[in-house]
């Protein structure tokens, strides 16, 4: 690999990492609260959820951009306190990546949730266990294998992010260009060649993350069955 | 100990379950066809359901009325429910030991678990799985047990072995207990009283022999 592919695959992998690092306890949360509660309106939530699965990314990156941007409620007041700006750098690549793999992450969790008898909650429960460590040491390590395939589905997601991206952090070679945005460079500037080998590189990514995902999945239902 | 259970009312999807007993020192069988609403009782006296109104004490210690409900976790009630529900990603050790381990040597000298505890629990055999739960409630010490038909899902063959399990914990672990099932050579085996429920109501309370 060039050098310069090296910094793409090495900028793209990181923001993807630290992407899915920075959702997991938000998504965690949400997941369980969907899994284990009924109320009034709980339909809406899960549609605002799952919304950008369905929106264009393009629109969902229009909104992120006027939230994070300089004059955005987010962005503004970033910059005043901070002096830390968003839109156009690599912390927009995070954002973009973020709000389009959380919805993944969700789902996954809240169906491993969903898997976990509560009864094994309910007697955790009587044994005089509090709800924290019935989550830590019951819930959480039998939803495990669902959680992580869900992480893994939500890392490829971020790694393909392209829409979203290109509207709020740019595709600023060495700055912002992932791995999609590099390659929609290449093919616009006609090396095509080049073009391949990324769309290569994304390839055996995409495959190792998913094939590692589904694996997860069937060693979950064999222990269910056990 | 006492446990007292007046006027629990809970609808349940056929009927409203209404309930009031005394269950004092001994076993007390909870007899009654399948959908009478015995497991539901047991929910409640565990705490894992709250009852539309009534009272449930232990002793002085009020557990459920009007303005009072006590969390499962601070009740001190041992439930082993009828699926044993132990902790499939634990080994049988962290399974007995998962609420403490108070009573831990006499439970285990008792159900005699000590050869059980290193192994995996998806390992275990019907009647060893019932032993593990078994001990598992008992090793907090609680101040009542509950048991939801402790012989179902055991092969029959077992279910004698299980059974004088249960006898030594009767005799050698005393410990109020409520022992749900519809057959009843089993309450005749260990039982000292009997409370029959028929739809959600108790319809006879008497004792054994």
């Known amino acids: 690999m060039s050098s310069e592919e090296l910094q793409i695959l090495g900028l793209t992998l990181r923001t993807a990492a630290l992407s899915t690092l920075l959702i997991l306890p938000p998504a965690l949360a949400t997941a369980w609260v969907l899994a284990r509660y009924r109320w009034r309106g709980k339909s809406l939530i899960e549609t605002l959820v799952a919304l950008p699965l369905v929106m264009p990314p393009v629109a969902t990156g229009l909104i992120l951009l006027e939230i994070l941007g300089r004059r955005g409620p987010v962005g503004g007041w970033l910059h005043r306190t901070f002096g830390v700006d968003i839109v156009f750098t690599w912390r927009a690549v995070v954002a973009a990546m973020m709000v389009m793999s959380f919805p993944l992450l969700v789902r996954a969790a809240r169906v491993a949730f969903e898997e976990v008898n509560p009864r094994l909650e309910q007697i955790a429960r009587t044994l005089g266990a509090s709800s924290a460590r019935v989550f830590v040491t019951i819930t959480l390590p039998l939803a495990a294998r669902g959680i992580i395939s869900g992480m893994l589905l939500a890392f490829a997601r971020a790694i393909g992010e392209f829409g979203a991206t290109i509207l709020v952090a740019g595709n600023i070679p060495g700055r912002t260009s992932t791995l999609s945005l590099a390659i929609y460079n290449l093919v616009q500037l006609g090396r095509d060649r080049e073009a391949f080998r990324l769309l290569g590189i994304a390839v055996v990514i995409a495959f190792i993350a998913v094939w590692t995902a589904e694996a997860f999945l069937r060693r979950t239902n064999d222990a269910h069955r056990a | ?209």
């Open chain 2, 1 to 209: 100990m006492t446990l007292i259970v007046r006027d629990v009312v809970l609808p349940l999807a056929d009927f409203t379950l209404e309930v009031s007993a005394t269950f004092s020192r001994g076993t007390t069988a909870l007899y009654g066809p399948s959908g009478a609403g015995k497991t539901t009782l047991l929910e409640l006296i565990a705490g894992i359901r709250k009852p539309r109104s009534g009272f449930i004490g232990m002793d002085e210690r009020v557990v459920v009325d009007e303005n009072t409900f006590v969390p499962p976790r601070h009740r001190r009630v041992g439930y082993v429910p009828q699926d044993d529900a132990l902790f499939p990603h634990l080994s049988v050790r962290q399974n007995v030991f998962y609420g403490g381990e108070a009573n831990g040597d006499d439970v285990i000298k008792v159900l005699e678990i000590e050869p059980l505890l290193d192994r995996s629990v998806r390992k275990l055999s019907g009647g060893e799985r019932k032993r593990v739960a078994l001990a598992r409630a008992l090793v907090t010490r609680p101040d009542v047990l509950l048991l939801d038909e402790p012989l179902s899902g055991v092969d029959l063959a077992l279910r004698d072995r299980v059974l004088e399990y249960l006898v030594r914990v009767r005799d050698e672990l005393p410990v109020p207990t409520i022992y749900v099932t519809h057959h009843m050579q089993e309450v005749e085996a260990i039982c000292e009283e009997i409370v029959v429920l028929e739809r959600g109501r108790v319809v006879e309370q008497r004792t054994i022999g």
